[in-house]
């Protein structure tokens, strides 16, 4: 599978939310404590809060400028 982003980023000006060492390191955050026997809605909810965050943090510094 492979996507491309590229009409939706030239008609929508679309552009990803988190770099991908970001988006890695989020994957790598996840599947360690569930092989480890962690809860993975848990994780899920407190990554998708993390995600909020950062998404709420760049909008606010987005209007700001």
Same mark, same amino acid.
């Given at each position: ?32 404590p569930v092989a480890q026997g962690g %809860?993975? $809605?848990?994780?899920?909810? @407190?990554? /998708?809060? %993390?995600? $909020?965050?950062?998404?709420? @943090?760049? /909008? ?6």
């Amino acid at each position: 599978l492979k996507l491309d982003c590229a009409k939706a980023r030239s008609v929508l000006g679309w552009r990803p939310a988190l770099s991908l060492s970001d988006t890695l390191s989020m994957i790598v955050d996840w599947h360690q404590p569930v092989a480890q026997g962690g %809860e993975p $809605r848990a994780i899920t909810y @407190s990554q /998708l809060d %993390e995600y $909020r965050n950062r998404f709420h @943090s760049a /909008l606010a510094g987005a209007h700001s400028q």
